[in-house]
């Protein structure tokens, strides 16, 4: 059974690239999907980058506190 379309729900021909009933795109063009990884990696080093200066920043504020309880 070929899968429906998303937005009409009508029956799609297999390996279509658009919808014959309603005439949307129904599939992703690979250039997309390729940006999209990019942008997915993009976001976890982000994020690590992030939690790493998260840490950082909470290591030199206990030594602030570490250094102002010695005084």
Do not use: H, W, Y
Request: charged letters at 30%.
């Amino acid at each position: 059974m070929p899968p429906d379309c998303p937005f009409c729900a009508q029956p799609l021909v297999s390996q279509a690239l658009v919808c014959s009933s309603c005439s949307r795109d129904v599939t992703i063009p690979e250039t997309l999907i390729a940006e999209r990884d990019d942008l997915i990696r993009k976001r976890a080093q982000a994020a690590e980058e992030l939690a790493q200066a998260k840490a950082e920043l909470e290591a030199l504020r206990r030594g602030q506190r570490l250094s102002l309880r010695r005084n």
